[in-house]
């Protein structure tokens, strides 16, 4: 049974850090893609970074890179979204994802296992 926990959200001011946790139970990093998803109201869900399984190069969307950075602790099964320079942009429900791939590809949306989300609120 797979389970996905978030934590680690809030309010920050712009330019501020907010690390994210997601606590991974039943998932398999060589066979799981892993990955932070986000999404305003009325916007649809944005795929943020995605770990392909093995553990290959993690992909950024370019609105994060060089901001974002996804991490795992492989003896704590757990994901991590640090977040750096934060926009108001950024503000959004964030969403720590899994999706089981026999063969390595990661689609974009309909992931399998989602966890229950957690706000982040940037003010300017």
């Known amino acids: 049974q797979v389970q996905l926990v978030e934590s680690g959200g809030g309010s920050v001011q712009a330019g501020g850090s907010l690390r994210l946790s997601c606590a991974a139970s039943?998932?398999?990093?060589?066979?799981?893609?892993l990955g932070w998803y986000r999404q305003t109201p009325g916007k649809e869900r944005e795929r943020i970074v995605t770990?392909?399984?093995?553990?290959?190069?993690?992909h950024y969307i370019g609105s994060v890179k060089g901001r974002f950075t996804i991490s795992q602790d492989s003896a704590k099964n757990t994901l991590y979204l640090q977040m750096d320079s934060l926009k108001p942009e950024d503000t959004a429900m964030y969403y720590c994802?899994?999706?089981?791939?026999?063969?390595?590809?990661?689609?974009?949306?309909?992931?399998?296992?989602w966890g229950q989300g957690t706000q982040v609120t940037v003010s300017s």
């Open positions: 770990i392909f399984p093995g553990g290959r190069n993690p």
């Open positions: 039943g998932v398999t990093a060589s066979d799981y893609c």
């Open positions: 994802a899994a999706h089981l791939s026999a063969t390595g590809y990661c689609p974009l949306l309909n992931w399998d296992y």
